[in-house]
């Protein structure tokens, strides 16, 4: 079954370490997203890719980085200078055809991510 | 600025009670797309439905229900005959269209949750 995979689903990391998040597709999208979200609030954009080596950022994009080498993978990267890492990290990706820019996403199972 | 609104923090209801989850949005833009999404306790969003702002259709899918209103901005949500397996939470979502580098974007609003009792 297609779908998007990503792991772990649960993290911990002491504060001042980095840590990768992995988010793996194999709906042949070109899209791909990374969405943060806290309790009580909804998700907010850290970062989007649309196609491969290219990517731009969301509206929380401080204190992380990804990459796309590969269409099927968007990893992300909390580094220690993200002042609030703790929360609960959404991977999705959307087709990105013709004119139809606003595809639904399709969203992976998360990773809880607590750091102390 | 874009903004979705979910008044509804959380809503209780006791099986096989109809129940509507209020959406409000704010755009400047005349094109735009506007969502629902399901988050059950497993965490994954579930995608319900995708309305454009020239389509104010009313929409029925099972149980299922969806108000546009482009007069009042509102975008709102209806199960009819709720079941506890609707126990989630549901989020409402805002994309404008617009340049290449802007698409897919989502606007989210803050989620109201769902929670049908037996």
């Known amino acids: 079954d297609g779908g998007i995979t990503q792991s772990p689903k649960y993290l911990f990391r002491k504060e001042g370490q980095n840590v990768t998040l992995s988010c793996e597709q194999n709906?042949?999208?070109?899209?791909m997203y990374w969405y943060r979200q806290d309790p009580g609030q909804g998700l907010r954009l850290i970062y989007y890719?649309?196609?491969?080596?290219?990517?731009q950022k969301g509206d929380i994009a401080e204190g992380y980085s990804v990459s796309r080498e590969k269409k099927e993978s968007f990893p992300l990267t909390v580094t220690s200078a993200q002042k609030n890492p703790t929360a609960f990290y959404l991977c999705?990706?959307?087709?990105?055809?013709?004119?139809?820019?606003?595809?639904?996403?399709?969203f992976g199972n998360g990773t809880r991510l607590t750091v102390t | 600025a874009q903004k979705v609104t979910q008044a509804q923090t959380e809503i209780s209801v006791v099986e096989k009670e109809d129940v509507t989850l209020d959406c409000v949005y704010e755009?400047?833009?005349?094109?735009?797309?506007l969502f629902w999404y399901k988050q059950p306790p497993s965490g994954e969003l579930v995608f319900l439905i995708r309305?454009?702002?020239?389509?104010?259709q009313n929409e029925i899918s099972g149980r299922y229900s969806w108000n546009f209103q482009k007069s009042t901005s509102s975008f709102n949500f209806t199960i009819t005959a709720s079941q506890v397996v609707d126990s989630a939470v549901y989020f409402c979502?805002?994309?404008?269209?617009?340049?290449?580098?802007?698409?897919?974007?989502?606007?989210f609003g803050q989620g109201t949750e769902l929670s049908v009792k037996p």
């Open positions: 999705a990706s959307s087709m990105v055809a013709g004119e139809d820019y606003n595809s639904p996403l399709h």
């Open positions: 709906l042949n999208h070109d899209a």
């Open positions: 890719s649309q196609i491969v080596n290219d990517f």
């Open positions: 755009t400047r833009d005349t094109t735009y797309y």
């Open positions: 309305r454009n702002s020239f389509d104010e």
């Open positions: 979502a805002l994309s404008e269209v617009g340049f290449y580098n802007q698409g897919g974007k989502l606007i």
